[in-house]
């Protein structure tokens, strides 16, 4: 009997040791494969497993309870059966630990592996290719170890990964390449469309510039300078001069707004007589009317502003006496040549539109807009110069000319006179006539 324990407890012994020294060398040389399941959640589910499970944890706790057993002993010399088995259960925990640790080792090993390979593709700045990737197949096929068989199929998975990676880098860097030349293209195209209108802008504005000089040339040519006054007392008899132009622009603005105040503010309800104060230089007839009467309705018509006197009809500058004065000649030539125009709207000015020219920046503006070519021969007849012109005859009668522009048509020179206080009609002189008018 004492043989046959003897005997069973020799293989029980055997059967630990090399228990023991499996889960050892497992541990030590090939952590891939340990796998003894205390790690999961659930035993191992086949039977094979569970035994030698069971066979580690039994051989744990033989080796671990008569280690600790005997160490105690010879250490405290006492019964210390309780505190071996604590020993002995505590340890559990490393054997935990130690398969958790084989288990870091392989992964250690295979993710070194890894890098190791991906750092000689970066050393190498190489992209993967598909031989590269057919490469660790082939490696991870024929591989020696569960590690580097684990790590060249990583790797497989790395390389295709990064090829595609790549791949995309590349296209996306060609399309932004792309994008930003087309954008550099379109941008170029632009700056040379704008560069080309600012060309185009920069001759058309020398050629009318150079145009507006020709005119200029053309109407200084034509018409000899006159003097200038700011009055008329001394001026000689028969010689024209050209009034002041800032004297000439005031008194005319002065008369602008009678007219306008005429038009907009009174219309038929307008009250001559009081208006007439603004108007300096003139004086109305003794026993004479004024009114206001409207030919056509608001869309298209003009104002007459009309005197009756003894029965007689006329226009208003036939109820008025005007002084040989500055302020009279004026007035008289606003009266007849201009007031008609302001009076008028839309159809109503057929027939009473003109310009009076008052500078000769202004003329050359009406030449360049009717296209009048700056080597017309026409040009050759203008020989009124811009601006308010008076002129004594030898009688004393005073006249008051001004270059005109009827829309359209062409430059009139328009004179009214002062004969015994009284305004004469307009007398229109063609100077050079180029089209058919407009018709309102």
């Known amino acids: 009997m004492e043989t046959s324990l003897q005997v069973a407890a020799g293989v029980a012994l055997l059967t630990g040791t090399a228990v023991m020294a499996h889960f050892f060398y497992v541990v030590l040389q090939t952590p891939e494969k340990m796998n003894l399941g205390l790690l999961t959640p659930q035993l191992p589910k086949s039977w094979g497993r569970r035994t030698y499970l069971a066979l580690v944890i039994l051989s744990w706790m033989a080796f671990a309870y008569s280690g600790s057993y005997g160490l105690l002993k010879w250490l405290l010399g006492k019964d210390t059966m309780g505190f071996a088995v604590m020993v002995t259960l505590l340890s559990l925990g490393l054997l935990t630990y130690l398969e958790r640790s084989a288990h870091e080792i392989h992964n250690y090993r295979r993710t070194r592996k890894v890098l190791q390979e991906l750092d000689l593709l970066i050393m190498n700045a190489t992209i993967p290719s598909q031989d590269t990737i057919d490469n660790f197949r082939k490696k991870s096929n024929s591989a020696s170890t569960v590690a580097e068989r684990e790590a060249y199929a990583d790797l497989v998975v790395v390389a295709s990964d990064l090829t595609k990676l790549c791949e995309y880098a590349v296209s996306q860097a060609q399309w932004k390449v792309t994008k930003r030349v087309e954008e550099q293209n379109r941008a170029n195209k632009a700056a040379?469309?704008?560069?080309?209108?600012?060309?185009?802008?920069?001759?058309?504005?020398?050629?009318?510039?150079?145009?507006?000089?020709?005119?200029?040339?053309?109407?200084?040519?034509?018409?000899?300078?006159?003097?200038?006054?700011?009055?008329?007392?001394?001026?000689?008899?028969?010689?024209?001069?050209?009034?002041?132009?800032?004297?000439?622009?005031q008194k005319w603005q002065v008369l602008y707004e009678f007219g306008e105040q005429l038009r907009h503010c009174l219309g038929e309800d307008a009250s001559i007589p009081p208006l007439l104060h603004a108007v300096t230089g003139t004086h109305p007839i003794a026993e004479t009317t004024f009114r206001m009467e409207l030919d056509g309705h608001e869309r298209d018509g003009h104002f007459e502003a009309l005197c009756f006197r003894g029965g007689v009809k006329g226009q208003l500058p036939d109820g008025l006496t005007f002084e040989s004065s500055l302020d009279g000649l004026i007035a008289a030539f606003y009266l007849r040549a201009a007031l008609p125009a302001q009076l008028a709207w839309n159809h109503g000015r057929y027939g009473r539109n003109q310009e009076f020219i008052f500078s000769q920046k202004q003329a050359v503006a009406i030449l360049e807009h009717e296209r009048v070519p700056s080597d017309s021969e026409g040009l050759q007849a203008v020989k009124a110069p811009a601006g308010l012109r008076y002129s004594r005859a030898e009688d004393g009668t005073l006249t008051l000319r001004c270059l005109t522009y009827r829309p359209g048509e062409g430059f009139y020179d328009f004179a009214v006179s002062i004969v015994g206080g009284h305004a004469s009609p307009v007398f229109e002189t063609i100077l050079y006539k180029w089209g058919g008018g407009i018709y309102y």
């Not at 145009?211 to 700011?230: G, W, Y």
Request: hydrophobic share 45%; proline share 5%; charged share 25%.
């Open 192 to 249: 040379e469309a704008q560069q080309d209108q600012a060309d185009k802008a920069a001759k058309a504005q020398a050629a009318k510039q150079e145009l507006r000089i020709k005119l200029q040339e053309a109407l200084n040519a034509a018409a000899a300078p006159l003097p200038v006054s700011k009055t008329i007392d001394f001026s000689m008899a028969c010689n024209e001069v050209v009034i002041e132009p800032t004297i000439a622009g």
